[in-house]
């Protein structure tokens, strides 16, 4: 099974950017995705790329300021975040749907997770 580890994440103020990587143990020729969760929340999908990144979609609540990117010669996964605002403040977790290689929203479609970065946006 692929092993995922995201790194990138922090502390940053309202309006400014991050980019969360997510390394893959091997190959990824998959679908990917990015999910978070917020405190007392549940896990929310955010971004997922098709496994040539030919496509992707975004939730509605981070259309036009972040951006999933991959690059499968070097097995990583990226969420470029900018205009960050208090309500994206939550643990980042980037997920693999193995066998599949389309979009998916739905976080139980996914196999394999990375134990999740911690994004905290506040002044």
């Known amino acids: 099974q692929v092993q995922l580890v995201e790194s990138g994440g922090g502390l940053v103020q309202p309006g400014g950017s991050l980019r969360l990587s997510c390394a893959a143990s091997?190959?990824?020729?998959?679908?990917m995705g990015w999910f978070r969760q917020g405190s007392g929340k549940e896990r929310e999908f955010v971004a997922a790329?098709?496994?040539?990144?030919?496509?992707?979609d975004y939730a509605d609540s981070v259309k036009g300021r972040f951006t999933i990117s991959r690059d499968n010669a070097e097995n990583m996964l990226y969420l470029q975040m900018s205009s960050l605002k208090p309500e994206d403040t939550a643990i980042y977790y980037c997920a693999v749907r193995q066998y599949y290689r389309h979009i998916s929203y739905d976080a139980r479609d996914y196999t394999s997770w990375g134990q999740g970065t911690q994004v905290t946006v506040s002044s």
């Open positions: 790329i098709t496994w040539n990144g030919g496509s992707t």
């Open positions: 091997g190959r990824t020729w998959n679908a």
